[in-house]
């Protein structure tokens, strides 16, 4: 079975420093990972996935998430988070072992609150 | 290219009536993914879609159906609702089923208020 975890509710950053997402991941092969934004009444939008080679993955809005195997984590990263930035976080895990059909998995969620 | 669409995006129902959902996939996806999101239970996977047939299935009632047309668009039925069916429904589409890395593209979802 795979599962994902993001043990926080809602981060606080302010304004130009760095921001950290943090997710955990549990999975019976390797995993091919996702994260993924929502802004308030509207639909998810993929910001970046992990499936395999460098660890360190590049994504949209200046997004990046460094992927470690032995900490099976996944965590979203920004170097200066903007106001924009502020909105509700997913991250999600597939299972490579998982054969055919296998379902996305989704964490709970992640509310990033950027504070001026 | 026109992203994911889904209609409608609002709709207020009573307990008892049914419902049926819309959403039609970017163009070239055949596959037709929809979940539930309430605040209680976050994202929840209903069921899979790929050329017409339901692919895999979340641990849902059977009040909860869908289909998929030979176009790839794809209709979600809540028959007997009930309050607790009061969410955000998304639909999200991606090129293929069956292949793990995959990426899923939300539509913009269709909010329901059972009353």
């Known amino acids: 079975a795979q599962s994902v975890a993001q043990p926080e509710d809602q981060v606080n950053v302010a304004e130009g420093n760095p921001l950290t997402v943090k997710c955990t991941y549990s999975?019976?092969?390797?995993?091919?990972l996702f994260w993924y934004v929502q802004y308030p009444n509207r639909g998810l939008q993929f910001l970046l996935k992990?499936?395999?080679?460098?660890?360190l993955v590049k994504g949209s809005y200046g997004f990046e998430a460094e992927f470690n195997k032995s900490q099976t984590s996944f965590h979203l990263k920004k170097p200066s988070a903007l106001v924009s930035d502020s909105a509700l976080y997913f991250c999600a895990v597939r299972d490579t072992l998982s054969g055919g059909y296998q379902k996305v998995t989704f964490g709970t969620g992640t509310k990033l609150q950027v504070i001026p | 290219k026109a992203g994911v669409t889904q209609t409608p995006r609002y709709l207020i129902k009573t307990r008892g009536q049914q419902v049926t959902l819309s959403c039609s996939p970017i163009s070239g996806h055949r596959s037709v993914s929809w979940y539930q999101q309430t605040p209680g239970q976050g994202l929840q996977f209903l069921f899979e879609?790929?050329?017409?047939?339901?692919?895999n299935k979340g641990n849902f009632p059977g009040r909860f159906s869908g289909r998929q047309f030979s176009n790839s668009r794809s209709e979600m039925n809540v028959s007997t609702l009930e309050l607790g069916d009061s969410a955000l429904y998304l639909c999200a589409s991606s090129l293929v089923a069956g292949v793990q890395q995959e990426t899923q593209y939300f539509g913009p979802g269709t909010r329901l208020l059972v009353l």
């Open positions: 992990y499936i395999t080679g460098d660890n």
């Open positions: 999975v019976s092969g390797n995993p091919y």
């Open positions: 879609y790929f050329s017409e047939t339901q692919r």
